[in-house]
T-cell receptor, first 116, second 117 residues
Framework: GAGVSQSPSNKVTEKGKDVELRCDPI?????LYWYRQRLGQGLEFLIY????????KSGLPSDRFSAERTGESVSTLTIQRTQQEDSAVYLC??????????????FGNGTRLTVT | AQKITQTQPGMFVQEKEAVTLDCTYD???????LFWYKQPSSGEMIFLIY??????QNATEGRYSLNFQKARKSANLVISASQLGDSAMYFC??????????????FGTGTRLQVTL
């Protein structure tokens, strides 16, 4: 498909378990972003990749959160020892990349994470 | 301090009327971009319109226009001829070009727009 693809679309996990969320950006987009959206709230920035490096990790809420990206392709966001406050929709977005300041972010449909 | 402020948690508008959604921003960076997104109940984020800080003209995209008042640091979204399908959450966002890593968008808390018959 032509858009940003995220999987799974829904994930229910028990408190304390680890989860991996996957994002497949639009082909040719060098920049990739992860955001978190709690119910009824705005988007909270987590991390940004340019290629496979992460110049901005400032939004990761704790060391339980990590992300990686292989090349200019797939990214995974890993949450270790999940807590109930991690329940949210995790949105991935991609854009054409650094230097193209008017380039909008194109979002996937998100992964809804529920920690029980 | 909030970088993006959307003071209207909810708005109602009648079909075919125009509506203005407010957005104010706070930055010391002279170079920045402002974006508006729509999020229907399905959850997808849809890009609507962009305004650059140095753009001389207000941005327009179809029924969407941006009322950009740089001195007041406001970038209000105007939707003309509202349609039922415009009912959604609307988010204002900013990218600061020269501050730190110049790529992430910082989002406001959103305004929920309901279009009525």
């Amino acid at each position: 498909g032509a858009g940003v693809s995220q999987s799974p679309s829904n994930k229910v996990t028990e408190k304390g378990k680890d989860v991996e969320l996957r994002c497949d950006p639009i082909s040719g987009h060098t920049a990739l972003y992860w955001y978190r959206q709690r119910l009824g709230q705005g988007l909270e920035f987590l991390i940004y990749f340019q290629g496979n490096s992460a110049p901005d990790k400032s939004g990761l809420p704790s060391d339980r959160f990590s992300a990686e990206r292989t090349g200019e392709s797939v990214s995974t966001l890993t949450i270790q020892r999940t807590q109930q406050e991690d329940s949210a929709v995790y949105l991935c977005a991609s854009s054409l990349g650094q230097g193209l300041y008017n380039s909008p972010l194109h979002f996937g449909n998100g992964t809804r994470l529920t920690v029980t | 301090a909030q970088k993006i402020t959307q003071t209207q948690p909810g708005m109602f508008v009648q079909e075919k009327e125009a509506v203005t959604l407010d957005c104010t921003y706070d930055t010391s960076d002279p170079s920045y971009g402002l974006f508006w997104y729509k999020q229907p109940s399905s959850g997808e984020m849809i890009f609507l319109i962009y305004q650059g800080s140095y753009d001389q003209q207000n941005a327009t995209e179809g029924r969407y226009s941006l009322n950009f008042q740089k001195a007041r640091k406001s970038a209000n979204l105007v939707i003309s001829a509202s349609q039922l399908g415009d009912s959604a959450m609307y988010f204002c966002a900013m990218r600061e070009i020269n501050t730190g890593t110049a790529s992430k968008l910082t989002f406001g808390t959103g305004t929920r727009l309901q279009v009525t018959l």
